[in-house]
């Protein structure tokens, strides 16, 4: 194991190369079984949007709650306020109500308004979707005068932090990046092999330096200056998400009793090569190496800077694992 440990290592210090292109695709998982069908049906209503984009502003706004409701009060899985929902919302599912806490007419409507914005900065120069998402924004006005996305940062952050989940929703097509950051993620996770588990573990000086699953992978990868959520299911879309056959070194491995949702996730762990990871497993064992390939493994994620940082951080509470 050890020699599997140092040539991994060496693997990961070495890695370069370029990624693969857009898809409209959903990533295995990424969605919520309940909603995927609406997601791919609607994130395809109008070329400046997709299935993966849709996704990730619905991810954003509410984590794929559908009875979330902002201080501001934005309602529903797509975060419409009132006046908004009144104007634009519509009856998707055709029972004869336009319903903002109804996913089949909520996310739909999102899709319609996206589409709507679009069509309102359509002649403005630049990326069609980049005007859209700043349109949504900022207002189509503060588009079309500016000739594209306006210099306000709020409304430059938006648009970039969109276009970074837009990555973890899709299903790649070609090759995915490497990380650069994954020798030094791998490093720290080897000097805390043998370290005992943790419920809530967060390595601090009062729990005796000691992890549990997620608090692990985060701790790894804040060494290197990538910061992570807390939990294991949101850690799943801080990136792309490598199939099986092209994990390297360093990507988070994620495992769950329900394959067809992301939000279900219960544990992950750092991928070593071989087959293995490091990880914090239960109560009563320590930081160690464990196989990946169980019935439970639900997918991995290639961790980036930019997927990690735009990560809502105003999601609520879940029971993920760590």
Same mark, same amino acid.
């Given at each position: ?61 509410? /984590? ?7 201080? @501001?009060? $934005?309602?529903?899985? *797509? +975060?419409?306020?009132? =006046? !908004? ?88 097509? /070609? ?7 994954? @020798?030094? $993620?791998?490093?720290? *996770? +080897?000097?805390?092999? =043998? !370290? ?103 997918? *991995? ?22």
């Amino acid at each position: 194991m050890a020699l599997l440990l140092v040539g991994t290592y060496s693997a990961a210090a070495g890695l370069a190369g370029a990624g693969g292109g857009g898809a409209v695709a959903l990533a295995k998982g990424a969605v919520p079984a309940r909603y995927q069908s609406l997601v791919q049906k609607w994130g395809n209503l109008c070329p400046a949007i997709n299935p993966a984009l849709l996704a990730a502003q619905l991810y954003q706004e509410s /984590g794929w709650n559908p009875r979330a409701q902002s201080h @501001a009060a $934005a309602q529903g899985i *797509a +975060q419409f306020i009132p =006046g !908004t929902w009144a104007t634009h919302g519509i009856d998707a599912n055709g029972d004869g109500k336009r319903d903002v806490w109804d996913p089949a007419d909520a996310i739909p409507s999102a899709a319609s308004y996206d589409c709507e914005l679009a069509g309102y900065v359509k002649k403005v120069p630049g990326d069609p979707t980049n005007n859209m998402l700043a349109a949504y924004n900022a207002g189509a006005y503060a588009v079309i005068k500016y000739g594209g996305v306006p210099p306000y940062k709020e409304t430059q952050n938006y648009v970039k932090i969109i276009r970074s989940l837009e990555k973890s929703f899709a299903r790649p097509v /070609g090759r995915v990046e490497p990380s650069r950051q994954a @020798a030094g $993620a791998i490093y720290f *996770a +080897q000097k805390k092999l =043998g !370290t005992p588990y943790l419920w809530g573990g967060n390595g601090t000086p009062e729990q005796q330096g000691r992890f549990d699953c997620s608090g692990l992978t985060q701790a790894a990868y804040r060494t290197v200056g990538i910061e992570l959520p807390r939990v294991a299911n949101d850690q799943y879309n801080a990136g792309p998400h490598p199939s099986r056959d092209e994990l390297l070194p360093g990507d988070l491995v994620f495992f769950s009793d329900d394959l067809t949702d992301s939000r279900a996730i219960r544990h992950v762990g750092l991928y070593v090569g071989g087959g293995y990871m490091i990880n914090a497993p239960f109560t009563g064992a320590v930081i160690r190496f464990d196989k990946i390939d169980t019935p439970d493994y639900f997918g *991995a994620t290639r961790v980036t800077k930019d997927g990690a940082a735009a990560l809502p951080t105003n999601l609520p509470p879940d029971s993920s694992e760590g």
